[in-house]
């Protein structure tokens, strides 16, 4: 049997730090994320009713805009938080617990450029009505980009030897190299400067929840807490 | 009088290292990846619909 206090200890700091983030992100979101978002889909709908042959379906549930869609979203967000600290946690239980909250806003710093600001570079967010490529071409690159970005870093980190973080430096940059996948024919519904908006918002917002990720998993995790 | 020291041998430290960090660690973050494709990532519609804000802000590929 495995030890049982620590899995325990993990998985209790991981729903502290999830929720409060998640909590936090959700707030930050109405800023400037979700009041773009909004607004953009006041253009996806106009081409919807224009179009019919749109990928949103309407015909499933949604959450009302409001309150409801905001719960939802909130709880999405936990679920991102808990997911994203179970996985720092995973590391830093391998690796050595943090002495200090301040040391592990590191952590959260390396989650963001692995989780998003990589990604993000070849496949921006997108606010809806954007035309994207197929959705598996490109959920295939946003992983492989994900695994090279967090081993490329690890090795630069914690590699011995030089060949070792040179290897790190190229999985960094390889995606990029490659390409995302492209739509065939690029557009929106949304004006370019709505879109930009939305990707220097989420840029932020995301800074601020990998922070809180960091920080929060830092200060429930720590060493003999 | 001290206390008689523990010498522990190779499998034995492989053992509780297992124990006490790879499973755990293992099992916290299998957890965690089922959340992440569960929020981020199933197709079925009601589960997209619902997390749908979250994951265009957290930049997954999205329908």
Known sequence: MFNLTTFRELVIAALWTGLLAGLLLTAVQQIQVIPTLLQAEVYEDAVTVANAANSHDHQDWQPENGWERTFYTALANISLGVGFALLIGAIMCLRGRPSHWRMSLLWGLAGYLTFFVSPSLGLPPEVPGTEAAKLADRQSWWLITVLDTGLGLSLLAFAKTKTYKFFGAVLLVSPHLIGAPQPEVPGSAAPAELAQTFISAAFFANAVFWLAIGGLMGQFYKKDS | ?63
Do not use: W
């Open chain 2, 1 to 63: 009088m001290s206390s008689t020291p523990v010498l522990l041998n190779n499998t034995q430290i492989h053992t509780e290292v297992l124990k006490d960090k790879i499973l755990p660690a293992m099992l916290a973050g299998m957890l965690g990846l089922a959340l992440l494709y569960t929020a981020g990532f199933a197709e079925a519609a009601q589960v997209h619909n619902a997390a749908h804000d979250g994951r265009h802000s957290a930049g997954f590929p999205c329908h």
